[in-house]
């Protein structure tokens, strides 16, 4: 693909691959390697962060197999992984699960896929500044001594201004380009793989001294994913499992800002995920060792410790430099809601670009070679999203934060067939084609959409999330659906205001 001008998206074009219509958008060129890619990627995972929130609840699911848990979530992840990584090396295009999935299924799916990624980004946004704001204030009690400054995030209007702030700071740095974000995730993932590294030998340190609260031997039975005692729980702990490992995929949004785009996007997708699996697998094995998975104490399995495990850990385990583990948490936080900012932004961009969007989106910021539109609008949609939630009920929030597993398997799981379905002249052309483009994406995609109705149905139980429900009805299985079907009425308006893309004359779908 050749470079265009900026902004006014392809037709009319001549330097687009006519063929398709795909074609570049005046991103900066050449300044993302493949460690720069899995620093973002390991960013916005943020395992500091998502340890210490998914940690309790899944070990309150599946006890001490955790470990297994972790590896069956793992396997489709990794699966999929491959599946995009080939997409990205035939098609190099911010748009990813919505540039592909048009171009394999037609535009109303592919509409959809980049629905799906933009939804979730946006609320985990919002997520991530709520958690970033909570820790905030517990440093500052921890610094200062004066416990009630970790109330201050109780206090609503506060809470909010606070968040506005984090957000429009992530917002910010995210505009001014990917230099500057990759720059200020180097420190930021540093330091929490540091601390998080330094927790994990000290509770190991413990439990080889006899110091630990409950000290229990490691045992590769926890690696058995048949020992978990019932399908419900086994699935449960999946479902968890594959939250915990959503992220990675920011490092294909990047690939038109790679110094290869054809290469190093898929490599860098493959190595964050097993990167985070490494980190993961030693921070849980020495929480378990250390506290065991009692409901009483320390144990990991107490629900009183499950909104935040390490908060209760990093003290009998770091002692006087517990509050490293705080300030790692809100850096991961921190870093993860900045580099967050890239998947969502660089989607709204291809979209307005292909005019699935107004073609406003599809701005570049002329100084910066950044996503101008899309990245502002990325951030006033998540700082609306949390003024509303925030304002009307805790429980939506953390209600639509839980109904996020739906829309991620459901495009995960539609981008992984669509690598099956864009190469299907080919997928028995060699053995590397049959298990890189039939096997991983197909066996990857079918876990995740499986997963999507699972989780879809088990929603609908008012005891799913909150609890809370209208007319018997979960909450969580009402937010989720509701979600999906505002992207259905979206795009509907769009095929009535703007009908180019939705009659293939701007992204066209591969015969």
């Not at 998914?54 to 979530?73: C, K, Q």
């Not at 959409?449 to 005891?463: N, Q």
């Amino acid at each position: 693909m050749t470079n265009i001008d900026s902004g006014t998206g392809p037709e009319g074009r001549t330097a687009v691959d006519q063929a398709s219509g795909l074609g570049e958008k005046g991103l900066s060129k050449g300044a993302v390697g493949v460690l720069g890619a899995v620093v973002i990627g390991v960013s916005c995972i943020a395992p500091a962060y998502t340890l210490t929130a998914a940690l309790g609840p899944t070990v309150a699911e599946v006890g001490t197999h955790l470990p297994a848990i972790f590896i069956a979530g793992f396997i489709p992840m990794l699966l999929v992984a491959l599946g995009y990584r080939e997409l990205n090396t035939a098609m190099p295009d911010s748009g990813t699960s919505f540039t592909w999935a048009t171009r394999a299924f037609g535009p109303w799916i592919g509409w959809m896929g980049g629905w799906g990624l933009i939804a979730a980004t946006i609320i985990v946004l919002s997520n991530l500044a709520a958690v970033a704001v909570d820790f905030f204030y517990l440093m500052l009690a921890q610094i200062t001594g004066r416990s009630e400054l970790a109330d201050l995030t109780n206090v609503l209007w506060l809470n909010i201004a606070t968040t506005l702030v984090f957000i429009a700071g992530a917002c910010w740095i995210s505009y001014r380009g990917i230099e500057t974000t990759k720059s200020f995730q180097y420190v930021l993932v540093a330091f929490q793989v540091l601390v998080l590294g330094w927790f994990a030998i000290a509770a190991f340190s413990h439990v080889a001294n006899g110091s630990a609260f409950d000290a229990t031997p490691i045992s590769w039975e926890w690696f058995n994913p048949f020992g978990v005692g019932s399908l419900t729980g086994f699935a449960a702990g999946v479902s968890l499992s594959i939250f915990i490992f959503w992220g990675w995929d920011v490092t294909l949004t990047m690939n038109e800002e790679t110094k290869d785009p054809d290469k190093v996007p898929g490599r860098a997708a493959t190595l964050t995920v097993l990167v985070i699996m490494a980190i993961y697998m030693v921070v849980s094995l020495s929480v378990i060792s250390f506290a065991g998975i009692g409901d009483t104490g320390l144990g990991a399995g107490n629900p009183e410790n499950q909104e935040s495990i390490f908060a209760v850990l990093a003290g009998p385990v770091m002692g006087p430099f517990a509050i490293l583990m705080s300030l790692a948490i809100l850096s991961s936080s921190a870093a993860s809601l900045q580099s967050t900012f890239v998947s969502p932004a660089r989607t709204i961009l291809a979209m307005g670009y292909y005019k699935a969007l107004p073609p406003g989106y599809g701005k570049i910021s002329p100084r910066f070679k950044s996503p101008s539109t899309a990245t502002i609008t990325a951030g006033v949609a998540a700082a609306a999203f949390y003024v509303i939630t925030r304002t009307l009920s805790e429980n939506a929030l953390w209600d639509t934060i839980t109904a996020l597993g739906m829309m991620i398997c459901f495009y995960y799981g539609v981008t992984a067939l669509a690598c099956v379905w864009y190469f299907r002249r080919e997928l028995f052309s060699s053995a590397r084609a049959v298990v890189f483009k039939l096997l991983a994406p197909l066996v990857g995609g079918v876990i995740l959409l499986v997963m999507f109705v699972k989780t879809a149905v088990d929603s609908m139980d008012p005891g799913y999330g909150s609890g809370s429900n209208i007319a018997g009805l979960g909450m969580v299985f009402i937010l989720g659906v509701s979600v999906l079907l505002l992207g259905v009425i979206l795009m509907f308006y769009m095929r009535w205001r703007h009908p180019a893309y939705f009659q293939g004359r701007t992204l066209t779908r591969r015969k």
